[in-house]
T-cell receptor
Framework: GQNIDQPTEMTATEGAIVQINCTYQ??????LFWYQQHAGEAPTFLSYNVLDGLEEKGRFSSFLSRSKGYSYLLLKELQMKDSASYLCAPFDSNYQLIWGAGTKLIIKP | IAGITQAPTSQILAAGRRMTLRCTQD?????MYWYRQDLGLGLRLIHY???????GKGEVPDGYSVSRANTDDFPLTLASAVPSQTSVYFCASSLRDSSYNEQFFGPGTRLTVL
């Protein structure tokens, strides 16, 4: 079957760095998305990885290892507005996104 | 319209009633999707449409139907609502002209079935 595994909740301090891990098992693989979702709002795109390695985008970076079925999202210089859920979503062989339950990130001052 | 819109924003519905959730996008995206999101669970795909005139079933299609008469609109109908359909419903769209398939989401409809 298809399975996405992310921590349910993480807590970090403003100004610090946090890494959110995601492991996945899908029928085929065609890339992986990370989305951010603030409470009561719609998910919004953060990053996309299709090849192994690190993609950097300002304070956010995303890493992919296809052989390990593993990705992480790295958030630097955390701000209070980064408090949100972070959703890992790989593409399967049919180009459908398979969504994890998300990691709720709580930022403390 | 800018992007993707959904209506209504929220709705309380009696069990057994029929309800249509509306979704419209103005980005000329080929593909559209309906998801439901429940507390503690990931987004679950209900139905999708890769192009106007075609639809497909997702992970949880039972009790729902869709149509795609044109590129812009993708309504979701609950023929006879049940309490287990209480959820937040998101419509999304994507260009889907290559393997890159970023999905853009509407603001969601919060539906309560009593």
């Amino acid at each position: 079957g298809q399975n996405i595994d992310q921590p349910t909740e993480m807590t970090a301090t403003e100004g610090a760095i946090v890494q959110i891990n995601c492991t996945y098992q899908t029928s085929g693989f065609n890339g992986l998305f990370w989305y951010q979702q603030h409470a009561g709002e719609a998910p919004t795109f953060l990053s996309y990885n299709v090849l192994d390695g690190l993609e950097e985008k300002g304070r956010f970076s995303s890493f992919l290892s296809r052989s390990k079925g593993y990705s992480y999202l790295l958030l630097k210089e955390l701000q209070m507005k980064d408090s949100a859920s972070y959703l890992c979503a790989p593409f399967d062989s049919n180009y459908q996104l398979i969504w994890g339950a998300g990691t709720k990130l709580i930022i403390k001052p | 319209i800018a992007g993707i819109t959904q209506a209504p924003t929220s709705q309380i519905l009696a069990a057994g009633r029929r309800m249509t959730l509306r979704c419209t996008q103005d980005m000329r995206h080929n593909a559209m999707y309906w998801y439901r999101q429940d507390l503690g669970l990931g987004l679950r795909l209900i139905h999708y449409s890769n192009t106007a005139g075609t639809t497909g079933k997702g992970e949880v299609p039972d009790g729902y139907s869709v149509s795609r008469a044109n590129t812009d609109d993708f309504p979701l109908t609950l023929a006879s609502a049940v309490p287990s359909q209480t959820s937040v419903y998101f419509c999304a769209s994507s260009l889907r002209d290559s393997s890159y398939n970023e999905q853009f989401f509407g603001p969601g409809t919060r539906l309560t079935v009593l």
